[in-house]
């Protein structure tokens, strides 16, 4: 499963850190098994992925094909994203990088299209996702000769 941590420090250098747990992920549809580093915007929200829930239908149907999400200030968590596992990818297992606009970027390991390395899973996506929630494949990795 997994949990989004929060990490503060005290006044006082001697004063240990406390740790605030700001989403515990269920599985299922919510996402589970969170990976990557997190991105924060200039009004404190955070966003990540999960690299396993969300839809099961398509290549991760055993275990979901992964989320990306988006928790407030307030704790307040939302999934902007689920990952069908065919064309869109599938398992996103690394940070997300955002632009001026508030597009998010990232990659899938998986999913895009099948044959290369990976044959029948695919070989893995660049994708960008809008504020509106506009989601759009930029690339997927052939596998053979593009890396």
Known sequence: MGAVLALSVGGSALAAPTET??????GGSDGSDPSGQLLMDHSGNLYGTTTTGGLFQGLGSAFGSGTVYKISPSGQ?????????????????????????????GTTQLGGTTGGVEGTLGNGTVFKLSPSGQYSVLYRFKGTTDG
């Open 21 to 26: 747990v700001l989403y515990a992920f269920q």
């Open 77 to 105: 968590y939302s999934v902007l994203y689920r990952f069908n596992g065919g064309t869109d990818g599938l398992n996103p297992s690394a940070g997300l990088i955002a632009d001026e606009g508030g597009n998010l970027y």
